[in-house]
Every structure is written in C-alpha cells, then in structure tokens.
C-alpha cells in the first residue's frame, strides 16, 4: 500500500481520513462581552499549544454553559490541534487540570474508535508539519488549517499495537535527543556569557590582570585600571549634523551597529519613508544612538558611511578614543542601563536620549595604545569563541535532523524493527 507521503507502507497498515478515527471540533469564539461570569472556566490558546508541552499557567477564563462544557471540555487523550500560526502543532491534553476548554484557532481530536494512539498521531502531525504537508493548507495569506481539510487528510496507520510501540521508542530515542541538545543550548549560552565577561573585563579592566585598580567614581563602572582617565563624553564626542542632498548614501539601521535587528526597527520604521534626503550623515567610526531606543542598547559604531534617520542622532569621536573601543563598550549591558538614568520622558516606550543628556556620560579612557590592543585582544579571543560556537551549532542542526529523521522513519514504517 501506498502512504498519503508516497512511500510504500508495511503489510497490515492502512491510510484512513482523520475523520474516520478522531472527532475534530474547533473551539470556542472568543466574545468578552458576553461574559458574565456564571461559569468561568480556564481555556487554551494557541500560544498555550507547544509540540512537548501544554501551558497550564495562569491562563485567562471565559464563560461555558452547559452546551459549551459539553461541546468544548478536555479529556485525558485529547489531540490538541493548532489550526494557525506554526499550523498544525499539535500537542497531547493530559488532563492535568479536572476543568479545561480551548478557545478557537485550536482543533480538538478525540479517537473515535479503538484504533489509535494519539501519541503515534501526534508523531505524524510532527512528521507532516516538518514536511510541508500543511504548507498549501489555504490560499489565504493567513495560513490556517479549516477542520475540512483536517478531517480529509489521510495518514499512515499500523494496527494500535505497533502504533503503541513506535510512539513509546520515539518518546524513548526523542528525549535522548532533546537531552543533548539542550546540553548544546546550555553550552551556547555559556559562551554568550564568556563572551560578554570578555568585553566587559576588557574595557573596562584592561589586559594586565596586575595593573594597580582605582575607584573610578562611577557607579556603573566601578574600579579601573590606576593609571586610566576618566571623561565626560562632551569631551570625547560632538554631535555630527550633517544632512544628506541626495539621501542616496546607504541606509544605516540597529542591525548595521548592533548586529541584531530589535522590535526598535520595526518601530520606528513604521512606514517606508518616501524619500531619505535631508537624513543624517554619518561616516566610518561614528558613534550611532537610536534616540528612542538607547535604553535597549540600540547604539553602536558606522561601519561604512551612510545615512541615518532622524530617529538617530550621530557622534563623531574626537582624537582620544579609538571608535572599535568605544563601540565594544557601548555594547554592554550595563551601559545601556547607565544611558537611561540620562533620557527624557516616561519609562520604556517613551524614554529618549538626547545630545545634552549623551554628553553627561562618563566613560573610561585608557591611552590609545591601549585601546587598541584591548580591540586586538577582544578579536582575537571571539574568533575563538565563535569557531566554538559555529561547531556547536551545527552539531545541534544535526541532532535535530536526526530528530526529524527518526520521527520520519518510524511514522512511515521505515523501520522495521519495531511491532
């Protein structure tokens, strides 16, 4: 027999449509005016459906009549479908809580027969997810998986005693996988911090572990090196406004200077700007600061000239700091915090760092030799700690394609070991 995927089946298993197995019911619409109160109950989102988990923690409730707790309760057993978003993540209800319902956008299926293991099934929505069989689910530029489509879709399906066998050596062999990829996450993360505790110690500790320390007077930077300075950044930077004629020049955005794009570019390029003349120039080695987002770190150094947008305002460094130095220390947690105490306006979504408030910042200020060997020293042991990295990364993308593998395999009968 031939499986719904085009591979040929093991003797014995079959393809039949979900709706001969499971029953499949969409949840309940959401209506906040209707709710009175009579019967709160807590129910599921979308967002509470994850692939090795089900989120029970201080979910929102909603009103269920009697046809409701009939229609939309949960039971042990329960497939919980997602019918958008990542479409088709499914989960398996444990029924942990003794009352729970779900809310529209998730698909409840409930074995209708004595067929199946939902936990085999829940195997293949993994396998078919990961395939792309849901990828044509609807024509709609919102992607979601209509409970007619749902039901129609034919799978795989051994008698329930293998299924039972599969799904336990999948739970068995996935968990021994995901083990070890957490392991790998956990050491990513350490490098994050190795890495950050390098700059940091740095810039603002220097490289001679000997070097007499001196209380700095500044709270966020604490003790430096004796033999450092210590300015206002009034005396270290002016403010470069210069306009661009043509507005030709390349745009410079939060990634160009961070390396990563936040929510701040989405926010304050809410609108694609008919034109960038009158933007700001900035050259190579500018300090850039994104105004309304400073106190998210979205500041760091022009690597190639350009133009900002207004939203920005743009510094140019004086002949005492090297702009690789400044733009490793600006980076720091830590100074990100220190800026804030200098902005303007309410906190978070409306504080904002002016110039006036800028050039109150006190900031370290080794000899430029020194900064420039602090700059080497931080290249130099990144490189190695991003060889550890990129190792560590592919060693995960390969754990998780033997993940997938396994999975694929062992749904569509390629393993013949198990029964």
Known sequence: MTSPVGR?????WTTPPVYARYSVQLGKMLDEKRITGTHLAPYLRNVDVQWNNVNTNDLPEMDFNSEDRE???????????CEGGEVGRTALWDGRLSECYFQKAIHRLRPVTDNDEPRFFRYFMLFAVHSGLFALSTASTIKHLPAEKLRVVRYPSPPRSQQRAIADFL???TARLDALVAAKERVLGLLTEKRRALITRAVTRGLDPRAPLRDSGI?????????????????????????????????LTVSHLTGVTPRSEKDVNMFEAET????KICLTGDLVINTLWAWMGAMGVAPVDGIASPAYHVYEPGNRVEPSYIDALVRLPVF??????YSKGVWSSRL?????????????????????????HIAKESAKLDELRAATERTIALLKERRAALISAAVTGRIQCLS
């Open 71 to 81: 229609r939309f309760s949960l039971r042990s057993g329960d497939l919980l479908v």
């Open 336 to 341: 990100a915090q220190e800026v804030t105490r």
């Open 276 to 279: 960038t003349e009158g933007y």
């Open 352 to 376: 904002r760092l002016y110039p006036e408030g800028f050039f109150e910042v006190f900031l370290p200020v080794p000899s430029l030799g020194e900064q420039r060997a602090i700059v080497a």
């Open 171 to 173: 739970d068995h062999e």
């Open 219 to 251: 709270p966020w930077l604490g003790e430096i090196p004796a033999h450092w300075e210590t300015e206002r950044t009034r005396w270290l930077f002016k403010e470069r406004d210069q306009r661009s004629t043509t507005g030709e020049e390349e745009l």
């Open 8 to 12: 040929a089946l093991p003797p014995g």
